[in-house]
């Protein structure tokens, strides 16, 4: 039961949910932008255009496209703080996340209050094992807006990383609180609830149930809720939720069913 818990939880504690391409119609000009030479019109202009196609290049999976084309519009525009956050998170798909955190902190220095910024910056610092970094960001970005629920769950993730099951807890019932339809959140929660260290597995089956009300789809909370009934000595429903998680697909569970049921 132990190997199985901690394999389980490698398996639930990466999932992040990242912000995608921030698309911009054109630039914010201040009232002096009637006053712009043609050269200096043609150059935003120019930004503009290289803007433009990064964007439809990331779009369709070209990121080294992209990351050329945004490293173009930087140039001409250089406080051009959604280029270098979208130039970041190409990068983060090529799994470049040195590259993608040194753009979305350009990104932050020219806005201090991009929370999506934060956000992502975050989500690659987990990538990079720095969960304390990844917390500091996320957290940033929910005193930006605190209602960013995507904030509260990937905190939540880093928190699990560094066995602060309770604080995990506590940001999983925020983005609940936000969204009272996110099953992802309540599928974490049963399984840090079934943790040793918070040893709660009737917590962890009721809200496993919930996520599957939610989405009866998903498989994780059925995995969940079966080694939850396990813990418990119900064997029988524990063989049922991981037969119906590998009817879905899941192949651990499937490998158990077969090993123990």
């Given amino acids: 039961m132990k190997k199985r818990t901690a394999f389980v939880g490698a ?22 932008a009637v006053m712009l030479f043609v050269p ?18 990331g779009e369709n999976g070209d990121y080294y496209g992209a990351i050329s084309d945004f490293t173009k ?9 959604v280029a ?8 983060g798909q090529l799994k470049d996340y040195y ?9 932050i220095e020219i806005d201090p209050e991009y929370e999506n910024a934060y956000y992502n910056r975050g989500i690659a610092k987990k990538q990079l094992e720095d969960y304390y970094g990844a917390i500091s960001d996320y957290t940033k970005a929910i005193e930006i807006d605190p209602e960013y629920e995507n904030a509260y769950y990937n905190r939540g993730n880093a928190k ?28 974490n929660i049963s399984f840090v609830k079934r ?8 917590g962890a089956i009721s809200y496993a149930t919930k996520a599957i009300e939610i989405d009866p789809n ?40 077969r090993e123990e049921c």
Avoid: H
Wanted: glycine share 6%; aromatic share 14%.
């Fill in 40 to 57: 200096e019109k043609a150059q935003a202009e120019s930004a503009n255009f290289y803007f433009d196609r990064a964007f439809s290049k």
């Fill in 218 to 257: 998903y498989s994780l909370p059925y995995l969940n809720r079966g080694v939850a009934k396990e813990n418990i000595g119900d064997m029988k429903g524990a063989c049922d939720d991981w037969r119906k998680a590998s009817s879905l697909g899941n192949k651990d569970t499937l490998q158990w069913v």
């Fill in 160 to 187: 699990e990383e560094i066995k602060d099951y309770y604080g995990a807890i506590s940001d999983y019932k925020k983005a609940i609180e936000i969204d009272p339809q996110f099953a992802r959140a309540y599928n």
């Fill in 73 to 81: 519009s930087i140039e001409m525009n250089p406080i051009d703080a």
């Fill in 99 to 107: 590259g993608e955190i040194s753009d979305y902190t350009k990104a």
């Fill in 84 to 91: 270098y956050y979208n130039r970041g998170w190409n990068k």
């Fill in 11 to 32: 398996i639930l504690s990466l999932i992040p949910i990242s912000q995608p391409l921030l698309f911009k119609t054109g630039f914010a000009l201040s009232s002096s």
């Fill in 195 to 202: 943790q040793k260290k918070v040893n709660d597995n009737y």
